[in-house]
């Protein structure tokens, strides 16, 4: 395992890690010949208006790309990414590295022989074109490298993935039985706050037809501010304050059902409602969800306390629709 760790921690820091090296080449190579003030920061027109000394320059830009690589690391190796997911993290580490690494060299480099009051020729605003397609160039080759990393284990690490190893809930013939969850979004509100808050101040300085959408999703989140989770016959069912809108799941488009922890960023790309390449869910927090395998071979999830229960029900459930009682 921890071999497998390390493994998929260097690959995701290994661009940063790259323009780092490069960008302390660059500056041993030519700091002879920088001035004692860097321009570092161009207007529109590519004239420098900021500056900053060539030690405070190389602490920032260094220690940004060392920052980030610590962060992909602990991504890869936290985040239980797999497919797509895993892609998209390794692919990305490795364009913003080239992107951030492009722009950090070329700063040195327009600083050349410059005199004290930035270099002549400004800063070419094609450069700023150029790092966008380093970018693009080093995603594919980052997704590519991608499948060099070993892949996580089972997201639980258990056999819960398999018929077998599906809890049930022992019912008696004919009894009947449900379950439901609140599941409290603490950030629900102060995004509806925030939203609101937007709407206002673009409704006033520029229109409240602009500011309106941002009213729409505010009234769309404030109704899932309490969301419940439910388990019945019917299926799998995520209702909020209002009859509408609502998520349901029926019980003829699952496969089975799992409770284990999921991790919100990492997994799902944040909170609220998800949709990923191979998974969708309702996410409110990192933590124990039920996450039910789709026919599709999709999954979804949603957050909720005491998901082993609601999880067993719907596996109990789903025997009994295939034994057709």
């Known amino acids: 395992m921890a071999s497998k760790n390390f493994g998929r921690a260097t690959l995701a820091a290994l661009p940063f890690v790259l323009a780092l090296i490069v960008g302390l080449v660059v500056h041993l190579t030519v700091q002879d010949r920088l001035p004692d003030r860097l321009a570092v920061h161009f207007n529109a027109g590519g004239s420098a208006d900021r500056y900053t000394g060539i030690t405070a320059y190389l602490l920032y830009g260094l220690g940004t790309l060392l920052v980030l690589g610590a962060l992909w ?108 969850r609140g599941i409290g979004a603490w950030w629900a509100p102060l995004a509806v706050l925030a939203l609101l808050a937007a709407a206002v101040a673009v409704g006033r300085d520029l229109s409240w037809f602009a500011g309106a959408p941002l009213v729409v999703l505010a009234l769309v989140i404030g109704t899932f501010c309490r969301p419940h989770v439910t388990v019945d016959r019917r299926g799998l069912t995520v209702s909020g304050l209002l009859p509408k809108p609502r998520l349901r799941v029926p019980l003829e488009r699952m496969a089975g059902a799992d409770s284990r922890r999921v991790n919100a960023f990492a997994e799902y790309g944040g909170w609220g409602y998800r949709v990923r390449p191979d998974r969708s869910g309702v996410i409110t927090r990192s933590g124990e969800a039920i996450v039910v395998s789709l026919t599709s071979g999709r999954e979804f999830a949603v957050t909720v306390d005491d998901s082993a229960t609601g999880a067993a029900l719907l596996n109990t459930l789903l025997d009994r629709q295939r034994a057709g009682r």
């Open 73 to 180: 690391a602990v991504f890869a190796v936290n985040g239980k990414l797999y497919g797509r997911g895993r892609s998209w993290l390794i692919g990305g580490g490795f364009a913003l590295a080239a992107f951030l690494g492009y722009l950090l060299i070329t700063v040195l480099l327009v600083n050349v022989d410059a005199p004290e009051g930035g270099p002549a020729d400004g800063f070419p605003l094609w450069h700023v074109a150029a790092a966008v397609g380093a970018g693009a160039v080093a995603w594919p080759i980052g997704a590519l490298l991608s499948r060099l990393a070993p892949a996580p284990e089972s997201p639980d690490g258990s056999d819960g993935g398999t018929e077998a190893g599906r809890e049930r809930i022992a019912l008696a013939d004919g009894e009947v039985a449900g379950w439901a």
